[in-house]
């Protein structure tokens, strides 16, 4: 079992910045995946940023250049800092982990955090 606790969301202008921290417990490695999903009203979940188990990092292309996601493997950490953010950034955030159990990957979830981007 993994646990995942976000924290760091909240109100900001757009144009600022935030960032979104998530705590990883539980039967949880540097060769597990980590991410950041975001979950906009009336919209589906979508990726927005991801370190693999290879240490390679992807992000949506609405967020590069602004997003930069980064990872503590001595603390089970994965962070977001989130730039120069839009009114479409507005969404509940997500952390993500994919673990491997040896015939499939799981997927755990942490219960989001609201950013909300004012214009």
Known sequence: QVQLVESGG??????GSLRLSCAAS???????????????????????????????????DSVKGRFTISR???????????????PEDTAVYYCNAKVWTGTYNRFYWGKGTLVTVSS
């Open 26 to 60: 539980g039967s949880i490695s540097s060769r597990n995946e980590l991410g950041w999903y975001r979950q906009a009203p009336g919209k589906q979940r979508e990726l927005v940023a991801v370190f693999t188990s290879s240490g390679i990092t992807n992000y949506a």
């Open 10 to 15: 909240g109100l900001v202008q757009a144009g």
């Open 72 to 86: 503590d493997n001595a603390k089970h950490t994965v962070s977001l800092q989130m730039n120069s953010l839009k």
